[in-house]
């Protein structure tokens, strides 16, 4: 059982920065991956950035490369997604992720057992 709780989101300008944090309350261990989705109203959810918890290594979707970097604290169990250099079109819900099934398909949220409630991030212009 996983239990997933995300914070950070607000509203920020166009350009500006914002930090999500995802913490996570239950057993940890390699094959895992930790996830940061969005989705805006009416789209399909949207891969943004994955990270293994085997090695820390790091994968990020096309919005995302470049601009967002998703990093792990484990000594606060808590996942973190940085976001720079936001535009208008970065605003959604953004939620955290995880799953158990190791790299296999993890820009699909099929893929996701567990989910957090969603954290609403706007950008302005």
């Known amino acids: 059982q996983m239990k997933l709780v995300e914070s950070g989101g607000g509203l920020v300008q166009a350009g500006g920065s914002l930090r999500l944090s995802c913490a996570h309350f239950?057993?940890?261990?390699?094959?895992?991956?930790m996830g940061w989705f969005r989705q805006t109203p009416g789209a399909e959810r949207e891969f943004v950035a994955a990270?293994?918890?085997?090695?820390?290594?790091?994968y990020y979707g096309a919005s995302a490369e470049g601009r967002f970097s998703m990093f792990r604290d484990n000594g606060k169990n808590t996942v973190y997604l940085q976001m720079n250099s936001l535009q208008p079109e970065d605003t959604a819900v953004y939620y955290c992720?995880?799953?158990?099934?190791?790299?296999?398909?993890?820009?699909?949220?099929?893929?996701?057992?567990?989910w957090g409630q969603g954290t609403q991030v706007v950008v302005s212009s």
């Open positions: 990270l293994s918890w085997d090695d820390g290594s790091t």
């Open positions: 992720a995880f799953k158990t099934s190791g790299l296999v398909a993890l820009r699909s949220v099929e893929s996701y057992t567990y």
């Open positions: 239950g057993r940890t261990f390699g094959n895992q991956v």
